[in-house]
C-alpha cells in the first residue's frame, strides 16, 4: 500500500530513531511512504489550546496535502504520533462538522492553492497494521519472533481517548490493538496499571513534579510486573519515558532502568532488522534486555 | 429476567481489616440498572452493603461508582451493557470511585475531596455593579455555551479518574474547573479576570491538566471538562494576557511562536522559551538541572549540537500565511460545536425555525430586540 506519510516533529527531533525505523520497517511490509515534507506541526493540543481556528487551519493544510497525494493513488494518510493522532483528529472533527467553517478555513488556505475536503482517512501506523495490514499477514512477516520477550503497551492518551471521536468500540477495538501486535509478534502482553494512563509530558514545564511522578509511577508499576520492556506508538510519550526517565526515576526515589521501544522498532526486532538499524543505540535507558533477548551481536550495536 | 453475577469491592476502615471482592447472583431484566442489582444484593443478600443513592434517574448524582473499572453513574448503567464490557468470566465488577477515601464500601468521602475543590473557585456568580433595573440581557449564544458546564450533577466521575490529580492530590481537578468555566463564559459574571489569574497563578490550577482526555470519558452528562479548562486557558492568555508563574501562558506562546518560525517543532529551543528564554533568572537551573540529560542525550547522539542549535527546517510561506491570517483576526472565530452541532444534526432544523417564525405573530425576541414580523 502506498500512505501519504505524516512523520510528525518530534520523531525528526529528539526521537529521530522512530521516523528511522519507521523507514526501515515500511518496505518489509510493504508500505510505500510519500513523506509530508511541507506539512506543518498538528499543534499537540497546545496550539489549539491558544487558537482553535489556528490549529485548525494548519491540520487543515496538511490533510490538503495528502489529499494531493491520495488523488495520486496513496490509499490514506498515515501518522507515527499519538498525539498528532489525537490533535488531528480533533480538529478534523470540527472541520468535518460543519461545511461553513470548513469554508472559512478552506478560505486562508486558498493563498496557498489548497483546499480541505471533508473526510479524510488519517490513521496511525498501529492502526494500520491492525486494519490495514492485518495480524494474519504480520503474523507470516516474522522472522524473529518475540518468544519470551514480556513487553508492556504504552498507548498514550490521544491515541485512545475520547472513545467516540477515535471511533474505538466493540466492533473496533484500537485500545487494545498493541497488545494484539505484541502477541502477532510473538511476544507476552504484560497487564500493569499504566498502560491507558498519562505519560505527564503536557505539564512538564508547568509542574515538574506532578509530570515525572506519572512517568516514574508507570514506570514502576511495569517494573513490578516484571516486563523487560515499554512499547509506545507516542513519541512524546517517549519523551517523558526515556529521556526524562532518570529525572523519574529520582523524582519516585526508585531505580526504574525501563527501556522503551517505538512501535517500529519492536516490528522491526520481529522481522529481523537490525537493533542498530533500528536506532536502539541512541535510547537513554539502554534496552540491555531487548538486546540480549534478540541474541544480536552486541558488539554491532556499538557506541553504548 | 435473566440472571447477572456482581462483583462488589467491600471496605469498612472502621474494622481495621482489608478490602475484599463480595460476589452476589440477581436476577433482573436485563434493560434494568447496575444500581438495581446492588439494591437487591443488598436488600435480599447482605443488608451491610454501603451503597449511596437517591433519585435513581441520573439526575442526583449520588451514586458514582466504576463499573468493570469506568466511572459512572450505577443509576444509568444497564445491567446488559454491564456485562458486555465485563471481563472473560461475564461477571459485573462494582467498585467504589477513586481520587477519594473511602467512607464503607461503594461510598466515597465527596466532602473531603470534591466538595471542598468546588468550593474553592467561588462558584457562584459576582454579579456586574451597577446592578440594572431589569433582567441581564445575554445572547443566546453565549447560554447555551454555559449550559453545558451547567449539566454537570456533581456526581465525581471525573475526579475518580483525573490521571492528575493521582498524582498531585491538590490539583484543583475537572469538576471544579467545569464550573470555574460556567462562571468565566458567563457575561454577566464580574470576576473573569480573578478567577482566571487566581486560577493560572495556583500551581494546581488550570495548567495543571495533562490534557489527558479521561473526564471527557468519565462523564454521564456530555459536560466535557477538559475542553472546558482549554477554553479557560485560551482566555487566560489570550483575552487578559495573564503572565503565570507556572509558564502556563509562557509555554503556550513559545510553541506557538516555535511553529510560526520553523513550521514544525524545533524542541531545543522550546524548553528554555517556555521559561521565559534562554538567559531568563528561571530557565537557568532548570537548563543546568537538565544537563546530565543533554549529555547522555549527545553521547547516544539522539541529538547532535549542529541539530540542537541551528534551526535546519524553516516554516513554508503558507504556514506563515496562516498565521499571519489567523492571528491577525480582530476577534478569535472558535467553532463550538455544542452550540452549532454538526450539518447532519441540524438538517432540516432551519425549516423547523422558519415554519415556526412564520407560525409565531411577530413579538419581541428573547434577547430584547423586535423579531421580525412573518
Known sequence: MKVAYWPGCVSRGFTAELHGSMAAVAPMLNIELVELDRASCCGAGVIAEHSQELADTLNARTFALAQQEITQGADLMMNICSTCQGAQSECQQRLDASAEYRAQVNETLSDEGLEYQ????????????????????????????????????????????????????????????????????????????????????????MNKEASLEQAGRHLGDAVDAEADCLVTPCPLCHLNLDLQQPMAAKQVGRELNMPVLHLPQLVGLALGVSPKELGLQHHIVKPTSVIDWSQAVVGGVGGW | MAEFKLKIRRYDPETGAAPYWDEHTVELEPHRSVLEGILQARNENDGSIGVRCSCRSAICGSCGVRVNGKPGLACHTHLDDALASAGEDGVIEVEPMGNMPIIKDLIVDMDAVHWKKIQRVTPWLIGKEPVPEREYIVSRESMIDVTQSMACIQCGACVSDCLSMEVDPLFVGPAALAKTYRFVGDPRDAAHEQRLKDLGEDKHGIYDCTHCFKCIEACPKGVAPMNQIMRLRRIAGNDFHIKDRNNGERHEMAFVNNIEKNGILHEADLLPDSYGGKFHPRAVPELISSLPIVMTALLRRKMTPGKALLHPHKAPDGVKRIFEVVEGRDERNEFNLYISGTDADNEGTAEVAEAIEAAEPAGVAPDGTEGSSA
Not at chain 1, 467516540?164 to 473496533?172: H, V
Open chain 1, 118 to 205: 471533508d473526510g479524510i482517512i488519517n490513521k496511525n501506523f498501529l492502526w494500520v497494521l491492525v486494519e490495514d495490514i492485518g495480524l494474519d499477514k504480520l503474523k507470516t512477516l516474522v522472522k524473529q519472533p518475540l518468544t519470551d520477550l514480556r513487553v508492556g503497551p504504552f498507548y498514550g492518551c490521544y491515541i485512545v481517548r475520547p472513545t467516540d471521536r477515535l471511533d474505538i468500540n466493540a466492533a473496533q477495538p484500537r485500545d487494545e490493538y498493541l497488545g494484539q501486535v505484541i502477541e502477532a509478534l510473538g511476544g507476552t502482553v504484560i497487564d500493569y496499571a499504566g498502560s491507558h494512563k498519562c505519560c505527564g509530558f503536557p505539564i512538564i514545564t
